[in-house]
């Protein structure tokens, strides 16, 4: 029975029980496709992809209600008009229309529309569960899109620009929104490819060895997991058990910001062979650092903050889109009294405190694990790491002597 674990060994095997699978994956990828392949054929896209988690390789099943829940797939289907040539109503119904004529996906459509999309619930298979936002869009205008690279984003980023059906809840009335799901995903995999490097052939051995592939370059890049996207998976999961029940529960921040900003640091740290832990210390101290926006009279000069990052003037908080700078994934930070702005350093305080294993006995906070992260999961990673706090107190422990550059 062992008594001491190393941290990312622990999280490896925290992460390998509420990440999706290889094989949970290709059944996911089989439903996209098919999503894909029907709305071609149905003439109403010209170019469908996945975005959001399954884009980044970040995806983890959702904790709610005290229970994992379903996995999300977002996907967009796009028309190569642009916004002049259609109107988001009457493509948004198209879609609708298509999906509900089809033999298998009309009874997965869920009867509630959504803002921006509609959504497919898939039958349990295996244990588990998956539903599909189907986001109808247009190609970006021309305008827009040179206005973007105006402002310094890249024209290899800014040219995937799409415009997205929107509809005001209240009114009932479509708009366009712009937006740029696939920049965003080449962004951040851009970001990710020198983090990957450090693990990609390791982890393509393993996968190999236990008999998921046949051989190394079968395996596709999406299964594999650099300490970047780890460090994301285990601040979204830790952000969902915190905050599940919570009174603030409705001001968590949004998986896209915790992504953004964990991306950014990276890139600008290049910590590139960092373990999860060491990733994961500099993503928390540096956010730490922001929470004296807070207070009254702040002074961002004193601060020395970089606003790349995480920015608050008089006009309210600001996290830039990098790959649109007109969209501010903050926007609503500054509503009911700057809520999503203080539930979100409660997560960074949370995260400082909640993560302090090294040295520690893990016997004496292994309920509070539960709290953290879910306490199936937890009990699962413990017996599989043959772990038993209850007889032998464990200790998590850190890499030691490891560099610390972000402290220079």
Known sequence: MKTE???????????HRIDISPTQFKTAESHYEAV??????????????????????TVIRPFRKGKDADYDIDLVSQVLKDRHETSPATLKKNVKQC???????GHLLSKEEGRRCWTLNYEPKDGICFHMDVLPCASESAEIIGSIIHKGVPSYYANTAIAITDKDKKTGVYSWASSNARG?????????APYLAQVADTQRRTLVHDGIYASVDKVPNPVLRSSLQRVIQLLKRHRDCRFDGSPIEEYKPISMVITILAATIAKQKAFYSATILELLSVVVQELSRFSALLEQGYDTSRLNLDKTILSRDQTGWRITNPVNPNENFAERWAEDDNARAKAFFQWVRW???DFN?????SGDYFELLGIYFGKSVVSEAYDKLNLNPLKAPVI?????NMPKPYRA
Do not use: C
């Open 5 to 15: 674990i190393n941290f990312d060994e622990f999280v490896r095997e925290l992460l």
């Open 36 to 57: 894909a392949n029907y709305l071609e054929k149905g003439g109403v896209a010209d170019d469908i992809y996945v975005q959001g988690s399954f884009a980044y390789g």
């Open 99 to 105: 999906l509900e004529e089809s033999p298998y996906h």
């Open 184 to 192: 965003l995903a080449k962004w951040f995999m851009d970001i990710n």
């Open 351 to 353: 995260l400082s405190t």
């Open 357 to 361: 294993f090294d040295g520690k006995k």
């Open 396 to 400: 998590i422990t850190s890499t030691k």
